[in-house]
């Protein structure tokens, strides 16, 4: 290896800290906020995954600076969470102490890898002056009627003894576990703090137009959104008073019905359940509560189900259809209730095949062996038949509003998001439970409300949170009365629905301006919309649609000045192991970043990952490949200590070294790395074929270089007896004027094949071509003796000689 990367990287990461080289300016008109998904400070610390989207942040970041724009690339630590409390209940230590060292660890292996974090923006969701403005935010959604207790079946892990969120569960054979230690989990109905996400979901939905966005996570968003048209209808109860409602986007199709299907969690079903079913419903509903919504909809699945006993009338012709109950069907979407048209649905079909229930056609089908999912002709369907399913929904729709039979309404799959965690790491909730039932929130100068000091967490038994163990915090007064707090805490999601905000607020970690003030709404106005984000796509739907709910009540509210957070998004792929697997600790493949650092060096980390292939794409490691990386990253050193570095310009790298900064600057704006990385190769290539060096050529490329590889750039910057840093240095531009070729290579063949080459002058004439073409070397030995009888020639590019 030509150089040390141990002492370069040791030498430049001390100046840049001494320096406070990277902390965020305020003196340009032109603003770039640059922004990572933040981590999760875990005991494992990085992984080789994480530093691929850092780099390329970091890249963006270090080229904005060069390019005069104020710069906030900031660092934090989302430090709440199960994890740390799961630690603290094996070993008794507290959390907060678990997550402090974690924190300690992270950041310094993010300081090894040369990221230009501006740490004095350095914060952490754990933090009370932190969750006091996340408290703050809680009220203003509960002041607004967007927060409210409610009964709601949630994900219950005993062994955890807390609520899970659907991310936080894993399916298992069918079984709902958790995602941390593997264990049972099931549906149990309990009070929760809700969040009325739903309110905002046609904001949501729209908002998603004018974002930068890859098309598969609005997609995702939109699907989770799931809005859809269509018509309540009811259903009479055979021999009851009651009514069964049933959400359809097809109604079209209401004579198709053979069957009802309802949620075995649907209020109405041990109602509907007959005394000799009772027995098999009961036993069906118990194993119900332990599958995930996920798997209940796997199409893949076999259907399952029971018959309550019960039947309803279908409402356009009378005809008796049972009722079942089946876990294909989920309680929180529509009513909770399905016509089933078995003929023309698949999961339809599949039920009614097994319990042998009838099949009716109501659309033109050329078989009858399996369902038919399309748009024909209605038939068997009365005064439909003979319409196209358009004509007839609209028919059909004015029929059953006539007679109050049904209603037109607007569903959704978004469900309002619960809030609450049986944890005691996580942000109380800044309210009381009044002795007379009422509800108060802490006056906003008592914020924040702290977590109590507890010796030992450990659950509390009774299903609620740890916390309700510390009984002399619990129990309070408020203004004369008795007085309760809230003993559930708020979710991980909380903190990280608002951070990107936190860092525009922060004066030093974790110090904050006022978010409710002027200074504050000036910061925002500056900075946001936060101009690239990236991050997993793990959390392409639930962070991105929480953070999105919460800045638009912030907007509505006046805190902020956009409707939207995030205008770019960037989802990294995922580092796999040299198999091509997922990097875990059970495959024994997980790679450390801080061995690569010391072996071969974080330029040399930096340069493999953004060089093994698009961005976004997955891709095994290859050692092999880093070391190809750290052979260029040789060959760079030697370029510029070793060849003669000259104020005098013979012009022979004019076109390679313009055409590389046009290219690279392009690249760089398209997130292309690899191939900037590559064209930055081919400019390493050529020079390397001259004697010396233009001292602005290499002044230039070192300035590309050092983004990618900034202890490298800013060493060999300093070599070639420049001052401080590099990282303002203005970015290098491309001169048009010297992108144009003086000459070119043509190719010339005997018979089609290539024979030979010559280099001409951009624009030599065909008849100069061909005499050129004749008399090369090899092309006249080729020629001796034999007759040509046709000359092919294109202009700067071919000419070809067709001999007998």
Known sequence: ???????????????????????????????????????????????????RGYTATDIIARVRRMQGYDVLHPIGWDAFGLPAEQYALKTGNDPREFTSKNIQVFKKQLQTLGFSFDYNKEINTSDPNYYKITQWIFQKLYE???????????????????????????????????????????????????????????????????????????????????????????????????????????ADTIFGVTYLVLAPEHLEVLNLTTNDQKKSVEKYILETKSKTDIDRQDDSKPKTGVFTGSYAKNPVNGEKLPIYIADYV?????????????????????????????????????????????????????????????????????????????????NYKLRDWLFSRQRFYGEPFPLLFLEDGSIALIPENELPVLLPKIDYIKPSGTGESPLANAKEWVNTTYQGQKARRETNTMPQWAGSCWYYLAYILTTSPNNFVDIKSEEAFSLFKKWLPVDLYIGGQEHAVLHLLYARFWHQVLFDLKIVPTPEPFQKLLNQGMILGENGEKMSKSKGNVINPDEIVDSHGA????????????????????????????KWLDRVYRLITNKKITTKNNQNLDFIYNETVAKVTQMIEDLKYNTAISQMMVFVNAANKEDEIYKPYAEGFIKMLCVFAPHLGEELWEVLGNKGSIAYQQWPQSDADKMQKNNTTVAVQINGKLRATILVNVGTQKDQLLELAKNEGNIKNYLHGKQIIKEIVVVDKIVNLVIK
């Open 330 to 410: 989920l309680k929180d979407y529509g009513s909770g209730a399905v016509m089933a048209v078995p003929a023309h649905d698949p999961r339809d079909w599949e039920f009614a095949q097994k319990y042998k229930l009838s099949i009716k056609f109501v659309q033109k089908s050329k078989t009858t062996d399996k369902p038919f999912v399309g748009e024909t002709q209605i038939i068997n369907s009365e005064f439909l038949n003979e319409l196209t399913p358009k004509e007839a929904l609209k028919k059909i729709t004015k029929f059953l509003e006539d007679k109050k039979i049904a209603n037109k309404k607007i």
């Open 144 to 250: 607004n009627g967007l927060a409210e207790t409610r009964e709601a079946d949630v994900n219950w892990c005993e062994e955890l003894g807390t609520v899970l969120a659907n991310e936080e569960v894993l399916n298992q054979n069918g079984k709902m576990v958790s995602e941390v230690g593997g264990f049972e989990v099931i549906k149990k109905p309990m009070k929760q703090w809700v969040l009325k996400i739903t309110k905002y979901a046609d904001r949501l939905l729209a908002g998603l137009e004018n974002l930068d966005w890859p098309n598969s996570v609005k997609e995702l968003q939109k699907n989770w959104i799931g809005k859809s048209q269509g018509l309540e209808i009811n259903f009479e109860v055979v021999e009851s008073k009651k009514v069964i409602n049933v959400f359809t986007t097809r």
């Open 603 to 630: 330029d040399t980390l930096r340069i493999y990952e953004m060089f093994m292939g698009p961005i976004d794409a997955a891709l095994p490691w290859s050692f092999k490949g880093l070391d190809g990386s750290r």
């Open 1 to 51: 290896m030509d150089f040390s990367h141990k002492a370069i990287e040791k030498k430049w990461q001390k100046f840049w800290e001494e320096n406070q080289t990277f902390k965020t300016t305020n003196k340009n008109d032109k603003k770039a906020y640059i922004l990572d998904m933040f981590p999760y400070p875990s005991g494992a610390g990085l992984h080789v995954g994480h530093p």
